[in-house]
Each structure stands twice: as C-alpha cells, then as structure tokens.
C-alpha cells in the first residue's frame, strides 16, 4: 500500500536509475503549502518534457486522507482549485508554467490536504500512422502534496495505546498513534518509550530502527494510524502505557 510521497518519489527514483533517459516529464515542486487567503494561496509549477517527443500533460488535485490502516483514499477532482493549464501539449524540451490557486474556505478549522497529480495521457499527439501487432505505450505520473495551511496550525501528536497484538498471524506490538493537531507531522526519527505504569519510568524504548512501517509515516491533522512492529522480547507482563518522542522540527 502506498500513504507517501517519499515511496512514489523512490520508486520513481529507482526506475531512472535502472533506464536512465526514460522519464517522460519533470514536474516540481512536488510539495507546496498554500495560505488559506492572500499572496501564499496562489502558485506556480514548473513541467518539462525531457523526451525527444511531443507528448500531452495533465495536472489535477485531488483531497486525501489517510486511514488508520495506513490505506491513502483520495476524492473526486477538487474544485476548490484552479489550476491553468489543467492539459497541455509539449514539444521535446518545453518548459510551461501550470498556476495553481486555492479557491475554497479563508478560514479552515485547521490544515487540509491534497494530492497534486501531474500525470502523462496515453495519446498519439503526433497522429503517426498506426502500426501492426501490439506495443507497450509507457506514461508517467507524479503525486505530489499540497496543504492548505490556516495561521497558526500546528500538530499535535499523541501516543494513544500500546498492547502486544498479532499482525499477519505473528507477534507484534499494536501501536495507535493520533494526531490531536491542526497541521501535519511526519514521525521522522520516532521512538516510542514503554512502561508499565502511566507516567511511570521507560523500561523499554524503541527506537526508529525497531519502528518498521512507522518511522517517517505522515500523521495528517486529525488522523488516527494503526501501526505494527516487530515484537520486543523484554516487554513487562500486564497493562503497557507508552508516549512517543519525536525531534524537534
């Protein structure tokens, strides 16, 4: 399952390496924050055709949220932007500006999020005559993040409950973590320090390399995540409590 855009950029990352010269667009930045109003709410992205063909783009965004299971579900085609132009044509080499402007609420309760969706149509722009037998027609495609981002937000993240659980038929400790804020955090550098008592002295403390699956992941605002990890052998028997420690941003 797929919940970031570091995965789609690694993945991305990998192909060029294994077939360099094979990406069909660049499309940047690939994360931006909007302001709600005013001068921050409007944008400007940058696509290139780095093939030596004319090919077709199309940009669009999309609202998104993440399920406690990790599972990324992203909406219908958001009209509260406006993006021009949402299709473009591009000669070999062509650079176009693509301008994004939020056009929704100036006061969201806190920070929503988006994806950016810059992808390749799988369209014979040149009309070159038709060939016999079947092809493989390659298009590409880029995710990206936007937030809409009220004065202010900031997030709040909460460890909620920590238990030995099974996951996938195999031992493993059920982390829920939620975010309580008003803007996003990615849980970079996490560790999670267990005791057997609430507010009592951690007798175990995982650190980001014992957090498979969890480390990095992205908390949206007002989020719940479910995560399972490898199971420590020193847990203490009984009730865990726990709270998670991340570095400053």
């Known amino acids: ?25 660049s499309f ?3 994360t931006q924050d ?16 780095t093939t030596a ?12 949220r993440i ?6 579900i992203q909406g219908k085609e958001s009209d509260e932007f406006v993006v021009y ?11 176009r500006s693509v301008r994004v402007a939020w056009r929704g609420t100036d006061s969201p309760e ?3 999020s988006f994806r ?39 997030p709040q993240i909460q460890l909620e409950t920590v238990e030995s659980a099974f996951f996938n038929g195999q031992p493993a400790l059920g982390i829920t973590v939620r975010n309580d804020g008003t803007r996003h955090r990615l849980l970079s550098n996490a560790r999670v320090e267990i005791s057997s008592q609430p507010g009592g002295d951690p007798v175990v403390t995982l650190g980001p390399e014992a957090l498979p699956g969890m480390n990095g992941e992205n908390m949206l605002a007002g989020s719940t995540r479910d995560f399972y990890v490898p199971l420590p052998a020193e847990l203490p028997d009984g009730s865990l409590y726990g709270r998670i420690v991340l570095d400053e941003e």
Do not use: K, W
């Not at 909007?34 to 696509?47: C, I, K, L, M």
């Not at 399920?67 to 990324?72: Q, R, Y």
């Not at 005559?129 to 495609?141: D, H």
């Open 85 to 95: 132009p949402r299709q473009m044509l591009l000669d070999p080499g062509e650079r």
């Open 1 to 25: 399952m797929r919940s970031s855009t570091t995965r789609i950029l690694t993945a991305l990352a990998l192909a060029l390496l294994a077939a360099p010269g094979l990406l069909g667009f």
């Open 34 to 49: 909007f302001a709600p109003s005013g001068e921050g709410a409007n944008h400007v992205f940058r696509v290139v055709n």
């Open 116 to 154: 950016i969706i810059a992808e390749q149509l799988p369209v014979n722009v040149d009309e070159a005559p038709a060939t016999q037998g079947g092809g493989i027609v390659l298009t590409y495609r880029y995710e990206g993040s936007l937030y809409v981002v009220p004065p202010g937000a900031s």
């Open 110 to 112: 806190r920070e929503l």
């Open 67 to 72: 399920e406690p299971n990790g599972e990324e």
């Open 28 to 30: 940047e930045p690939i």
């Open 53 to 64: 063909d004319r090919i077709a783009v199309r940009v669009s965004v999309r609202p998104r």
